[in-house]
């Protein structure tokens, strides 16, 4: 059992930058892969980027790629999003996600087991 949550959030202008946490609790987050994910208001969510358990492979969304960076800290059972040049589309609840995998990528947001509660961000023009 995985437990997430997730902080950093916030309204922001675009162009500017924002660095979302998510802290895990529970055993073994190294053999988690660990992702975000993303829901705007009246769309789906949305795959954002994950990142392997070693973290030695990551996958990232073309809309974001380029500008989003992701990164976990295992002795510290924490993953983080920095999120560089935000436009208005990134506005969104992001959402951090675990499986227990050792596959280098997973973008099915079926295959989740965990999730967090949400950060809400907002990227005003």
């Known amino acids: 059992q995985v437990q997430l949550v997730e902080s950093g959030g916030g309204l922001v202008q675009a162009g500017d930058s924002l660095r979302l946490s998510c802290a895990a609790s529970g055993r073994a987050f190294n053999t988690y892969l660990m992702a975000w994910f993303r829901q705007a208001p009246g769309k789906e969510r949305e795959f954002v980027v994950s990142?392997?358990?070693?973290?030695?492979?990551?996958y990232y969304a073309d809309s974001v790629k380029g500008r989003f960076t992701i990164s976990r800290d295992n002795a510290k059972n924490t993953v983080s999003l920095q999120m560089n040049s935000l436009k208005p589309e990134d506005t969104a609840v992001y959402y951090c996600a675990a499986v227990n995998t050792f596959r280098p990528v997973v973008t099915n947001i079926h295959e989740y087991q965990y999730w967090g509660q949400g950060t809400q961000v907002t990227v005003s023009s």
């Open positions: 990142i392997s358990w070693s973290g030695g492979d990551t």
